[in-house]
């Protein structure tokens, strides 16, 4: 599940540039390096009767550490870098940092990654169980059905889109007949990409959204979305948990406890608000485990304090004057606990 929440108010001075690249132009090269490589990343295919792709990267196939950094490429439309970095320092937070890299920040992270598409069915449309799933990746700039693509001034026409789709199971037809729809698309040119949270490739693409998080923070403040110019972070990978809530619960601590991020915006006033105002530190909420924190309100995103989805840490640097401000902490305690890291006596 995405840690950013919705309920924003409207962008103070929203503009945009006269053209803007396509976020599924850019990624159908990843798209189609996933597929072509799906055994090599552990990924399993089919496809639908009328030929939409169906890339299972942790349902039933077992995905792979380099199959979420490149799902979170995708996620990103193409527009940043996501990598995995051993550290072994002295007292290193943890062994594994995952790190997130823009120049095109609001594009890549809220018109491509966010998870904002809500996608369900009942168990009379799928003959079953019902079904519920967040969509995000540049497919949603296709479909264009959440009023944030109104603020950003931005939508997406290409022949092909790939979703991304937060989930333990796959989609039903009904599902996939509303995204190739709403999208504009031919089965044959679109494909969904499942990865439960508790998966390898699901908990390295949730993580890796730790930028996203911060940008989605600098919308609900009300601060102009063209401020942002760069954006860049790092979050620990935690281990994939073994049920939904754990995993849930892993995956925003890395980036509320442990996620670090450097903004550089235009001006200085905006650069000293956001040091302030942006880390997680900021919420009612902070210091408790997130499963604990989503548990006490009956598993009711809407009941969590919004101001507690944000990284830990912030550096925010201004192109007016050069300056940098810092705010947030990291909480190494909290994550250590959580997540083990305990010593095997020799």
């Given at each position: ?224 979305l063209d401020e ?104 190494a305690g909290l ?12």
């Amino acid at each position: 599940m995405n840690p950013t929440m919705p309920a924003s108010p409207p962008i103070a001075d929203p503009s945009a540039p006269a053209t803007l690249p396509s976020v599924n132009a850019l990624s159908e090269r990843l798209v189609a390096r996933l597929v072509d490589q799906a055994a090599r990343l552990g990924v399993a295919l089919t496809r639908t009767a009328d030929g939409t792709v169906i890339a299972d990267a942790g349902v039933d196939a077992r995905g792979s550490l380099d199959a979420g950094l490149l799902i979170a490429r995708i996620c990103m439309g193409g527009l940043g870098r996501v990598a995995a970095r051993a550290n072994f320092d002295a007292a290193p937070l943890w062994p594994t940092m995952l790190e997130v890299s823009t120049s095109s920040p609001v594009l890549a992270c809220l018109g491509s990654q966010y998870a904002g598409w809500s996608l369900s069915a009942t168990k009379e449309q799928t003959g079953g169980k019902k079904f519920f799933s967040l969509g995000s990746g540049p497919a949603r700039a296709l479909a264009v059905k959440e009023p944030l693509f109104e603020e950003l001034g931005y939508r997406d026409r290409h022949e092909r889109g790939a979703l991304v789709l937060e989930v333990d199971r796959l989609p039903p037809q009904v599902v996939i007949d509303k995204v190739l729809h709403d999208c504009g698309l031919a089965p044959e040119h679109l494909t969904l990409i499942v990865t439960p949270t508790h998966s390898v490739a699901g908990t390295v693409q949730v993580v890796a959204r730790v930028v996203e998080v911060a940008l989605h923070k600098v919308h609900v403040l009300g601060v102009p979305l063209d401020e942002i110019v760069a954006g860049t972070g790092s979050a620990p990978l935690p281990p994939p948990a073994p049920d939904a809530i754990q995993a849930m619960g892993r995956t925003n601590d890395a980036i509320l406890y442990g996620g670090r991020v450097h903004l550089t915006v235009k001006h200085d006033e905006i650069a000293q608000r956001l040091a302030g105002s942006l880390p997680s530190a900021n919420s009612r909420d902070y210091g408790r485990p997130f499963a604990d924190v989503f548990t006490a309100v009956n598993f009711d995103f809407y009941q969590i304090d919004p101001a507690l989805f944000a990284p830990a840490e912030v550096w925010v640097s201004s192109l007016e004057s050069g300056a940098t401000w810092h705010g947030g902490r990291l909480d190494a305690g909290l994550l250590q606990k959580q997540w083990g890291g305990q010593s095997v006596a020799q």
